[in-house]
């Protein structure tokens, strides 16, 4: 059962952290667990909502990153467990929690293309 | 529907003439929405279901405005529905009221056409369930309401159908008919006829078990269900069902192998017609899941096909199967348009048809024959229609499936020849329709799926590019007696919107890029245009307000399925920043996501 995460993009009320519990991601830089967290990115059919890539579809991009709900390891592995509104799934009832750490791997090892905020048309 | 998994490289891969006569409720009771086999007939200037009439025609009897005068067409008021997305369907004018469901969270407006500024009467916001946006396939849309017997009745995109007071905005009933947790949502408008509200679900990219229900109007309550794969008891193909070219029992059953048609898709979530003398309900159905065709092999009857059957208990009449084995998601939910035409000679009760596969079908709607079958865009999937078969010549070149790898260049892409969402209009005056088309080609990469119940079930990856041209859509006219195109607008992009035919002989459609346009609806030529404020995907509407005079409605609001193919059209979402699409990079340049309802007149 994972700990209550917390995410470091909120707000701390009276700037004062709630307590919570972290989560390290045991795969972490493992190539190998970043292959297989392909597969089963595919073989969970996240692509079908998130693309071929994790480019965006349905879902939102996940290696552009930008984040809605925390892109930290833990805030990750928290989204695919747990779900999200707006149509998140929650997978921790299907998968173990070494292929969520996997999934994480493999999205952490996409190269995270330069953030450019502008989109020109003209010269 | 339609979805398309991107490669890194793809996403980015009668009474009309005269003034204007408020009916009383009693009168719109008796009026018969019925508006003949040729969409003319009694026509009181309102819009109260989504084709206009049973026919599903979208063609008004209004002649205020003209080719000659369309020139001087304004706008006199606009509306933010407060929703970014996909505005698809059309507003409903009733009795001085004019009626607009939004995409999700799904807010029904009804503003007082009578009242200067037209301020609304009442505002409805149902209780839907967020979860709804990520389990619909291609953006949180609607496509409209259906008012019959002083209700309004329309879906909510979690799975439920409302009927709402017409006066008062109550809530009357509210009904679960789909299921989430399977992978069912419910975008598409209600049909009515007599007490039976008949729904069906989106979910062809879920691999639902698709269906068609009725409802009954005074209560909500369910009558009957009947299934558009499966045993004949549950498709309800009994002792009435006699297919033309089909034969035998269990025909939805056998043509799949083992319980694929269990999650083999076949949605119900375009438009609906019928024939009150033939006592018929037309309906398509959509694509058979998973896209991956190699696993589920036969001919998977009745997906990508069209349904007769009887209001009353659902019972299977006829059903004709456009694209047997659908290999290219190929779904048959645009509307079934019913009209009289003569063919070689001969008047027939016909049902017009254009495809997602590109073919466009002119069908005897009594027996299900086809009569013409003709492309009416680029097509190489199939080299024509067979005849004596009804079925397709497949160019199996083109066939799809994970043991194929990338099969290259399939025209229409999946987006189809013509969108299910943007339905056609018919004008008795010229004997043409009016066809929003598309000219993409697609490569079509098929790949195994696992079916997860509630997650997506798809398996192929379909890069797009422009077909031969260059111009991504054409608005054009067809003559379906023959199975020929008599003239056409190109577009730099798909076109994407439903249109209007009026006795004016004019046209009116909008484009993905925001223009809303009117045409001459013989020659084709532009008359007018008007930049709406965002890509339109909606339909227009025509209709006498309480003034006398005519006025035209249309919704801007890009989105379906150029929310996912166009990602830089929206702007609400700092954590979405996704580059254009690589077959159009431009469409961005000129459109971003909005809500507005306009109204145009003299």
């Known amino acids: ?123 | 529907m339609t979805w398309q998994p991107s490669t890194p490289r793809a996403i980015f891969s009668s009474l009309d003439a005269g003034v204007f006569m408020r009916p009383c409720r009693i009168l719109l009771l008796l009026s018969l929405p019925w508006a003949g086999a040729q969409g003319q007939g009694r026509d009181d200037g309102q819009w109260t279901m989504p084709g206009k009439n049973y026919a599903s025609t979208r063609y008004s009897t209004l002649t205020a405005i003209t080719a000659a005068n369309v020139a001087r067409l304004r706008p006199v008021w606009s509306f933010s529905t407060g929703v970014l997305g996909g505005h698809e369907g059309q507003p409903l004018v009733v009795d001085g009221t004019m009626y607009v469901v939004t995409p999700f969270p799904n807010v029904l407006y009804a503003f007082d056409l009578a009242q200067e500024g037209y301020p609304l009467k009442w505002k409805y916001r149902p209780d839907v369930s967020a979860t709804s946006v990520g389990i619909a396939c291609c953006d949180a849309i609607n496509r409209g309401a259906f008012y019959t017997g002083g209700k309004i009745v329309y879906n909510l995109l979690d799975g439920h159908t409302v009927a709402v007071d017409a006066v008062t905005g109550k809530e009357l009933w509210k009904t679960q008919i789909a299921d989430m947790t399977r992978g069912e949502t419910t975008p598409m408008a209600p049909f009515v006829v007599k007490d039976r509200v008949i729904v069906g679900p989106s979910g062809g990219e879920f691999g639902i078990h698709g269906w068609a229900k009725a409802l009954d109007l005074a209560t909500g309550r369910l009558i009957w269900t009947a299934y558009n794969a499966g045993p004949d008891s549950a498709v309800l193909a009994g002792a009435a069902f006699k297919p033309f070219y089909d034969k035998g029992p269990e025909l939805a059953l056998k043509t799949w192998e083992g319980d694929a048609w269990q999650t083999g898709g076949v949605p119900v979530w375009g438009w609906l017609s019928y024939d009150p003398e033939l006592d018929l309900l037309y309906f398509g159905t959509g694509n058979a899941a998973p896209y991956n065709a190699e696993q589920r092999p036969g001919d998977n009857k009745w997906a990508s096909s069209v349904l007769a059957r009887r209001p009353e208990d659902g019972a299977l009449v006829w059903a004709y199967q456009f694209t047997p084995h659908e290999n290219w998601d190929y779904d048959a939910n645009a509307e079934m348009i019913l009209v009289d035409l003569t063919i070689q000679g001969r008047l027939r009760k016909t049902l017009v048809h254009f495809d997602k596969n590109g073919f466009a079908y002119t069908l005897d709607r009594v027996t299900g024959e086809v009569l013409v079958a003709e492309p009416f865009t680029t097509v190489t999937w199939a080299k024509r229609v067979d005849r004596a078969s009804g079925r397709p010549v497949v160019d199996t070149t083109r066939l799809t499936g994970a043991s194929r790898g990338n099969v290259r260049d399939i025209c229409p892409s999946l987006e189809g020849g013509k969108t299910p969402v943007a339905p056609a209009a018919y004008s008795p005056r010229t004997g043409l329709f009016y066809v929003a088309t598309n000219n993409l080609c697609m490569d079509f990469e098929a790949s195994a799926a696992a079916h997860i119940a509630g997650t997506p079930y798809i398996g192929a990856s379909t890069p797009y590019h422009a077909g031969p041209g260059g111009h991504m859509g054409a608005f054009i006219a067809w003559d379906a007696r023959v199975g020929r195109k008599v003239w056409e607008i190109r577009e730099p992009y798909p076109v994407w919107s439903g249109s209007v035919a009026t006795a004016g002989d004019v046209v009116f459609y909008g484009t993905l890029d925001g223009w809303f346009k009117a045409a001459d609806a013989r020659s084709g030529k532009v008359l007018w245009k008007f930049k709406v404020g965002s890509g339109v995907v909606g339909c227009p509407i025509t209709y006498r307000g309480p003034d006398g005079k005519q006025y035209v409605a249309i919704y801007a609001g890009i989105g379906g399925d150029w929310f996912l193919l166009s990602g830089d059209v929206r702007s609400d979402d700092p954590a979405d920043v996704r580059p254009p699409a690589d077959f159009a990079p431009n469409l961005a340049r000129h459109t971003s996501q909005g809500g507005i309802v306009w109204i145009f007149g003299l």
């Open chain 1, 1 to 123: 059962m994972p700990p209550a995460v917390r995410s470091d993009a909120h707000v701390f009320a009276g700037g004062v952290a709630p307590p919570a519990g972290t989560l390290s991601n045991p795969f972490a830089g493992d190539r190998q667990a970043a292959g297989d967290g392909e597969r089963i990115f595919r073989a969970m059919n996240c692509d079908g909502c998130h693309g071929g890539g994790a480019l965006g579809w349905e879902g939102p991009s996940l290696v552009d990153g930008r984040w809605r709900y925390g892109g930290g390891d833990g805030e990750v592995f928290h989204s695919i467990y747990y779900g999200r509104p707006r149509g998140m799934p929650a997978y921790g009832g299907i998968l173990e929690t070494d292929g969520i750490w996997k999934i994480v791997t493999y999205l952490r090892a996409q190269p995270v293309p330069q953030d450019v905020p502008t989109e020109q048309w003209t010269p």
